[in-house]
DNA sequence: GAGCACTGC
């Protein structure tokens, strides 16, 4: 570990006019947190603390807390903050990330007076039954402010960050190892958060980091949201299509006459960095039909623009097209590595690179380090540390941290985990077809924009963009919004169980397009959650119960009918499926694939990939030693399976909540029995009643064409079914890369 | 014979 003054910068620390320094560090950066909040075994506790730092760092938490905030760019705003939501309701609020945004707002506002719960008269709403009188009763409403992220970690970490700003810490590990709710009493503070598999909401909760669907799902249960006073939408400009679903629901309860709270408004704070505000901004400022009113029946929108914490950051671009981007990417690195220093007086000049996929990653860290070993001795070592989504946690952690080896630069080579080189590769549904298409695609300006800035975190710094400034010209100012390039089927269904009946006129930022709209409505109309009248069925509320997309949701109803008989089994199938990419490594070398091959055998079954999840998923749960050897053997993904292992617990819960399951099914361990071919032939069934359209023939050219629309599709080479040729597959998932590819996939031959 | 990233009572 590096000395004083390194480690201050490394921490994002400067130094104020007297002697104190303060923390500016991103709430995003995955490194250790200063003293007052880093974890308890941090090595970061124990290092000496340099004079200039001493005072703050002894002091107790909340003056050094509080010397920190006021040197935030966000602090000085904040009685205009204030004063702009109590004349108005909607608030958008420009910022890049170390403003201090999403940790000081919700401090700002927690005690303005219309942030206090009160109780209001409603009219009760009588289970929809017809003819009978509406009468009035009394509810809370208000009183929590709610701060959405876009991801889970940002969420925990935001609340475990503010909740011992304010002084009452969320006890407990703060990443949750995936074992459910957070341990212990319940314990009292103003800071909680609600995730996926992870809620820790202490009594007296004011803010409540959550992430987007789970406000969504929240929504869906109570449509006024009434807990909460305000909503802080934070992240808006990612414009996930849970973003863009909450933000139409958000904008709609706005411009509403309130009843459904007692008059009480909800206010409405919309964070977002530089891109696209002015789209975000008329959104919140027009009507519902899309039109602007300067007569004030529009409430009017307060627009307010933070400066961030941002060092210079040094652009450069090639001076002509690059033909071989491996070959520039080696060249940079290397010259930046001989003629940098590897440390300046902000810190270690470490490089990151960002590269398309896993494969370029995995062959420019062999040719970096190749290289690297043929340098002069005079040279620093290099350590290439790779970072893309299918590492471990421990091996994406480690990118993060410091390199121990004295005299060694860091070179992280990365996808888009840590953002989004001039082409990253994006998921695109083609609704026409039915699948997705996963191509390289060009990233778009605010992309590259925001590589750079990854640049300046800490200190002044540089970035080689490996294509001219041309290039950059011809980028696209930014990326699709996901709703415009996702299958819409789950946003649809959504939107008709919160009782919006014209889906294509609803006022998203982007509207829903026609096509995707129609194709899904059949296929929701085909899994019986919408009617021929495209209302929602009771069958389609059920589905929204599940955190699963509604072919899988539908899976499980019919799986749960007496005639099939086979939840539990469908429930593995479906947590193995839905964990991650594939729980199953992707074995590169022989000697790997033969070593794991005799072990993997005894989990293949001949009816195909689905039946093999089941039987991996039952014989893992029976596993009853060492289940990370057990998994380490097979080239299992440690961290796939045990997210499959939460989803599975979730789904079993909900299923005995929802009364799908009659009771709770036995604990693990339980012996391994393999499903009969009864069985078998019970599961499929009911996967094709969700997935009737991914069905395909073998013809006698021995090509698969699919039964919906006559295309060509091969049998992924991930899957076991690969190399055979079976009459009639079922596949789950369809997707274009080099070709037309059907993935997760059954023999459907025989009945 | 293949591989972008997130997320959900």
Redesign the pocket.
């Known amino acids: 570990m590096a000395k004083k003054r390194k480690n201050e910068s490394s921490e994002n620390v400067i130094r104020l006019p007297g002697g104190k320094t303060i923390s500016l560090e991103g709430y995003l950066t995955k490194k250790p947190r200063d003293a007052s909040t880093a974890p308890e075994n941090s090595s970061f506790q124990k290092k000496p603390v340099s004079d200039s730092k001493k005072d703050a760092s002894q002091a107790p938490d909340v003056i050094a807390q509080d010397q920190k905030n006021k040197a935030l760019p966000i602090w000085e705003y904040q009685d205009v903050i204030r004063s702009a939501l109590r004349k108005s309701d909607v608030l958008v609020l420009v910022g890049e990330t170390g403003s201090g945004k999403s940790t000081q707002i919700p401090q700002f506002l927690y005690q303005e007076d219309w942030c206090r719960r009160r109780k209001v008269k409603v009219m009760k709403r009588n289970g929809g039954k017809a003819g009978q009188p509406d009468g009035e009763e009394e509810v809370d409403v208000g009183g929590v402010i709610a701060i959405t992220q ?4 940002a969420a925990t970490t935001l609340a475990h960050r503010v909740s011992a700003e304010v002084g009452t810490p969320l006890k407990g590990q703060q990443y949750n190892d995936g074992k459910g709710k957070g341990g212990g009493p319940v314990q009292k503070g103003l800071v909680g958060y609600s ?2 598999f992870d809620h820790r909401v202490p009594k007296g909760t004011r803010i409540k980091y959550v ?1 987007e ?2 406000l969504l ?2 929504m869906l ?1 109570d449509p006024h949201l009434r807990e909460y006073s305000a909503v802080l939408v934070d992240e808006i400009h990612e414009r ?1 299509v849970d973003v863009d679903l909450l933000s139409g629901f958000l904008k709609q309860m706005v411009l509403s006459d309130k009843a459904g709270r007692g008059g009480v408004p909800l206010k409405v704070v919309v964070m977002s960095a530089t891109v696209n505000v002015e789209k975000i901004k008329t959104y919140f400022s027009s009507a519902a039909d899309g039109t602007v009113s300067s007569d004030g029946s529009i409430p009017p929108v307060e627009l307010l623009e933070i400066e961030g914490r941002q060092f210079p950051v040094d652009i450069i671009h090639t001076p002509q097209w690059v033909p071989d981007i491996q070959e520039a990417l080696l060249k940079t690195i290397f010259k930046i590595h001989t003629e940098q220093p590897l440390q300046d007086k902000h810190g270690k000049q470490d490089i990151l690179a960002f590269l ?4 370029e990653i995995e062959s420019a860290q062999r040719l970096i380090e190749e290289h690297a070993a043929t340098l002069d001795k005079t040279v620093p070592k290099v350590k290439v540390l790779p970072l ?3 590492l471990s946690m421990e091996a994406q952690h480690e990118a993060f941290q410091p390199v121990k080896a004295p005299f060694t630069r860091k070179i992280v080579l990365a ?3 840590a953002e989004t080189s001039v082409t ?4 695109h549904f083609r609704p026409r077809l039915g699948m997705a298409s ?1 191509l390289a695609k060009p990233i778009s300006k605010s992309s590259a924009i925001q590589r750079a800035g990854r640049a300046g975190r800490e200190g002044p710094g540089k970035c080689f963009r490996l294509y001219t400034e041309e290039g950059y010209d011809g980028l696209e100012q930014t990326e699709l919004p996901e709703i415009l390039r996702t299958d819409v089927l ?1 946003a649809v269904l959504t939107m008709k169980a919160t009782g919006i009946d014209d889906v294509i006129d609803f006022p998203l930022m982007d509207r829903l397009q026609l096509e995707p709209v129609e194709k899904a409505y059949t296929y929701l109309n085909m899994l019986k959650a919408l009617d021929d009248e495209f209302h929602i069925t009771e069958a389609g509320r059920k589905m929204l ?5 509604a072919p899988y949701a539908r899976v499980l109803l019919v799986a749960a009918e007496p005639a099939y008989n086979c939840l539990l089994e469908v429930i593995d199938i479906i947590a193995c499926i ?1 964990s991650g ?1 594939d729980i199953f490594q ?3 070398s022989e000697e790997a ?1 033969e070593a794991a091959e005799a072990y993997r055998k005894e989990l293949w079954r001949r009816e195909g990939d689905l039946l093999t999840y089941l039987t991996t998923m039952q014989r893992y749960t029976a596993e009853n030693a060492d289940r990370i050897a057990w998994c380490k053997a097979r080239h299992i993904n440690v961290r796939n399976i045990k997210q499959a292992l939460n989803i599975r617990r ?1 789904l079993r819960a ?1 299923c005995v909540r929802h009364k799908l399951l009659k009771e709770a099914p036995p604990q693990d361990p339980q012996p391994f029995v393999p499903a009969s071919p009864e069985k078998a032939e019970a599961i499929l069934k009911c996967f094709l009643r969700g997935f009737m359209l991914k069905t395909a023939l073998l013809h006698p050219d021995l090509s698969y064409l699919t039964s919906a629309g006559n295309q060509v599709v091969a049998i ?3 899957s076991v079914l ?2 055979q040729k079976k009459e009639a597959i079922m596949f789950l998932e369809h ?1 274009y ?2 070709k037309s ?1 059907a993935k997760k996939m059954a023999n459907t031959i025989g009945w």
């Open positions: 876009p991801r889970r970690v995730v996926r992430t669907g789970m799902q929240e249960r996930s398309i996929g896993q494969e893309f989504g299918q996808t888009n985990v990253s590769k994006v998921k996963l789950g119960l599940f955190p699963v997309t839905t990419e992707q074995l590169r694939q979730q909900l992924h080479p991930s690969h190399g997707v890369t080099m590819y």
